[in-house]
């Protein structure tokens, strides 16, 4: 079993840890409400990617409320 044969020094600690800090996460506009939404997906107050409505927004609302209402009971 191999040991350090060095003491890790702070300096060189930090060095080493330096790139796990958290990164800033991007955003892009709607183009049809303009709200803030993840690059890549569709936006989730219109339903809308691309310029194309491609999510029923109010059919998954009612289908969150009512899978929350079976969690309950």
């Given at each position: 079993m191999?040991?350090?044969?060095?003491?890790?020094?702070?300096?060189?600690k930090?060095?080493?840890?330096?790139?796990f800090?958290?990164?800033?996460?991007?955003?892009?506009?709607c183009?049809k409400?303009?709200?803030?939404?993840?690059?890549?997906?569709?936006c989730?107050?219109?339903?809308?990617?691309?310029?194309?409505?491609v999510?029923?927004?109010?059919?998954?609302?009612?289908?969150?409320?009512?899978n929350?209402?079976?969690l309950?009971?």
């Amino acid at each position: 079993m191999g040991l350090p044969s060095q003491k890790r020094t702070n300096t060189s600690k930090r060095q080493r840890a330096s790139h796990f800090a958290l990164k800033k996460t991007t955003t892009t506009k709607c183009e049809k409400c303009s709200a803030k939404t993840l690059p890549h997906r569709a936006c989730t107050k219109c339903g809308t990617y691309k310029g194309r409505k491609v999510v029923d927004v109010t059919k998954r609302v009612l289908r969150t409320k009512r899978n929350k209402s079976k969690l309950e009971k």
